[in-house]
């Protein structure tokens, strides 16, 4: 039996199900309501809650960093700070390629992309000159937090998105567990590898 890694590449992908997402968003959501039923409204509270919410963003974005391995029979997904996520091959359904639909609109994506954080960033600065004078440092670095944490969200948004522009067609793998879209630059030779199966 032949297991030799015939494919292995750091790849873009998306996933519906994706269990590690819920394993990142769920142990967010119950620390910031355990942090909040702690320590109430304090300022220390606040600028707590926030840290938290910037490393569950920090920890989504490195995950998408995904390195694809396949071989005769699985294809295995790498990913920073999870376990590998196996799928046999015999559980695949369909594999076909398809239209990157975002790749059609780039240019008014690429624009959009650009104009929304610029006018965050432009918000925020007036905000942050506006409030946080005369206040104490704990206040200050809430307010900062507090300002930029959607522009910080939006950022780790938009250079996933960017990685997946220049793409303008895409691979699909379906199983009965979850739809997997693979970008890559060659996919009809992703597609041959996924399909090729040692029966033996």
């Known amino acids: 039996m032949n297991t030799d890694t015939q494919f292995k590449q750091k790849m873009q992908l998306d996933m ?47 995950k998408e960093r995904t390195q694809v391995e396949i071989n005769s029979h699985m294809i295995i997904i790498h990913r920073p700070l999870f376990s590998p ?47 946080i004078s005369g206040v104490s440092l704990t206040e200050g670095v809430y307010i900062l937090l507090y300002e930029f944490w959607f522009i910080f969200l939006a950022a780790a948004i938009i250079v996933n998105l960017l990685k997946k522009l220049p793409y303008s067609r895409l691979l699909r793998v379906n199983t009965d567990k979850s739809n997997i879209v693979f970008y890559s630059k060659e996919p009809e030779e992703l597609k041959q590898i996924i399909e090729t199966q040692e029966t033996a």
């Open 16 to 62: 519906t199900f994706d269990k590690a997402m819920l394993k990142v968003l769920v142990p967010m959501i119950v620390a910031t309501l355990i942090v909040y039923a702690l320590c109430l409204q304090s300022p220390e509270c606040k600028v707590l809650i926030y840290a938290i919410w910037y490393i569950g963003f920090i920890i989504l974005f490195v």
């Open 85 to 131: 996520l196996v799928i046999n091959k015999k559980d695949i359904k369909e594999v076909h390629i398809r239209k990157n639909r975002s790749h059609t609109y780039r240019l008014m994506q690429i624009l959009l992309l650009f104009v929304l954080p610029t006018y965050l960033i432009y918000k925020a600065r007036n905000d942050l000159l506006y409030g």
